[in-house]
């Protein structure tokens, strides 16, 4: 009869079926199908992980960046700060500076959003308010000029992992020979050492309004925050 005790006492939840054979008794002890049912039901109730798949990650991000650009009369010297929201829009600021040239400066603030959202290629769309300033340098005393511009900024380009890579181009329009249609092309070509920054190589070419272009290469990096 200890047997027979044991068996009883025995959790629903440890056996299947017990079957138990003392001389003149046969005990068959089941599972409660109902216990079943409750770890089912807990099994469902459990949070369960979201997996998503989409491509890269545009959680909002700010990217300060700074470039060297080798031209034939002058270093030129390129720094930006751009903020990129979540829904792939973005707001930023620009200066490029290069002395001892017919452009002294170029400055902008612009807005402008992402046609293709999260997918890794880029199609930015955008417009620019800023200022274009160079030194009249045929007077005796040489005179600074400033003059306002607006324009629009296309950019093409990759973001992946590792690689990164871009064709931008700029147009802005102003009052002066310098600013009357300041165009800015530019190539770009980086890699990602650690996700936070990022080095790259650029070809630019500077064309700015009646005055000669100028081209040159040069090397930058990127810090994402």
Partial sequence: MNLVALALMAPAYACDTVDVDVDGVDVDVNCSDDQDVSYDSQDEDAPQAEVTSQGRSHDSQLLLQYGMQFLPTSPGHDLAARYVGE??????????YVPASDLLWSGRIGAGFDVFGKSDLDLDLGL???????????????????APIAGTEIKLGYDGPRLFGSYRWLGGIGGGPIDDLLT??????????VPAVHVYGQYLILSPGSADNTAGVGLGVRVAL
């Fill in 87 to 96: 829904h792939s829009t973005y707001l930023g600021a620009e200066l490029r």
């Fill in 184 to 193: 800015e092309n530019e190539i770009t070509l980086g890699y990602k050492v």
């Fill in 128 to 146: 620019f308010l800023g200022t274009a300033g160079e030194w009249e340098r045929k007077k005796h005393d040489a005179l600074l000029y400033a």
